[in-house]
C-alpha cells in the first residue's frame, strides 16, 4: 500500500524540491506543492515535478468570488492534480463552483481552519467557539457543497470523519514526538493524526529540513 505521508516541499527551489523528492520517493505517497513554490516555479515547475512520477497535491489555498476561483481552477486543469485546495470560509457557492471546474478525478478539499491558528485566533476574528466546532461546522459545509473532503489538524479530524464517513481527510501539523513545532498550533504526532482517521498526512519540516530527509522521513514512517 501506498505511504499515507504527503512531503510538503515548501521551497521555491526546484533542484532542491526534485533532490528531496529523490532521496525519499520510496518512504512517501505523494507531494505536495504549495504557494511559495507555484509562485517561482508556476505551472510549468508543477510539471516538471508531475514527471517524477508521483501524485501531486496542488495546495494554492483558493479564497475569493466564486467566478475567480472557478477560472482560476479551469485554467488549472491541464496540470491535473490528484488533490487540490480551497478555503472553505469562501462559502457554499464558491466551493460548489470550485468542484464543477476541477478534472474529475482531482479530489477538491477544503481548509476549515488553519493549524497554525487556536481558540484565541478564532476569537480575535470574531468567530464564536472553539476550534473543533468551528472545523466541524466548515466540514458539514463542504460536505453539503459537494467537495471531497476536508484539511482540518489531528485534533479535529476524528470529528469531522464522524459526520463525513467517506470524507477525505488531510492532517497537516504534524509533529514527530518532541519535534519542533514552529508556527503550528494544533499538532499532533503522525501516528495519532492517522489513527484519529487521517487519510493521509502532510509532513514539510521535519523532513525536508532534516540533515537527511531520508533517515527522518524513514523514522516517521516506522511510527505508524
Ligand atoms: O493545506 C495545507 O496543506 C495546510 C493547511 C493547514 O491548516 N496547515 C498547514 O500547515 N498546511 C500546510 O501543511 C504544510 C505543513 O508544513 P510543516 O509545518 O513544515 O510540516 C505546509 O505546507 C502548510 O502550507
Redesign the pocket.
Known amino acids: 500500500m501506498r505511504s499515507p505521508i504527503y512531503v510538503?516541499l515548501?521551497t521555491p527551489d526546484i533542484d532542491r524540491a526534485k533532490a528531496v523528492t529523490s532521496a525519499i520517493r520510496n518512504h512517501i505517497g505523494g507531494i505536495?506543492l504549495?504557494?511559495?513554490f507555484f509562485a517561482a516555479n508556476g505551472p510549468a515547475g508543477i510539471k516538471e515535478m508531475a514527471a517524477l512520477g508521483l501524485p501531486i497535491?496542488l495546495?494554492l489555498?483558493l479564497h475569493d468570488i466564486p467566478n475567480t476561483v472557478a477560472k482560476a481552477i479551469q485554467a488549472l486543469r491541464p496540470l491535473e492534480p490528484a488533490i487540490l485546495?480551497v478555503h472553505a470560509s469562501g462559502g457554499r457557492a464558491m466551493m460548489e463552483d470550485a468542484k464543477a471546474a476541477a478534472p474529475i478525478d482531482t479530489k477538491v478539499?477544503a481548509?476549515?481552519?488553519?493549524?497554525?491558528?487556536d481558540d484565541s485566533d478564532l476569537h480575535d476574528m470574531g468567530i464564536a467557539g472553539e476550534a473543533h466546532d468551528h472545523v466541524v461546522r466548515m466540514t458539514e459545509l463542504a460536505r453539503e457543497a459537494g467537495l471531497d473532503g476536508v484539511?482540518?489538524?489531528g485534533r479535529e479530524v476524528k470529528a469531522a470523519k464522524k459526520i463525513w464517513p467517506d470524507g477525505f481527510f488531510?492532517v497537516?501539523?504534524?509533529?514527530p514526538v518532541a519535534g519542533n513545532?514552529?508556527?503550528?498550533k494544533r499538532v499532533v504526532t503522525p501516528a495519532d493524526a492517522l489513527h484519529s482517521g487521517a487519510s493521509i498526512i502532510?509532513?514539510?519540516?521535519?523532513?525536508?529540513?532534516a540533515e537527511e530527509p531520508d533517515l527522518a522521513a524513514r523514522a516517521i514512517e516506522a511510527t505508524l
Open positions: 510538503a515548501d505536495k504549495g504557494l511559495e497535491f495546495d489555498k485546495t478539499v481548509v476549515t481552519m488553519l493549524t497554525s491558528l484539511v482540518c489538524s488531510v497537516p501539523g504534524v509533529r513545532s514552529g508556527d503550528q502532510v509532513i514539510g519540516r521535519p523532513i525536508t529540513q
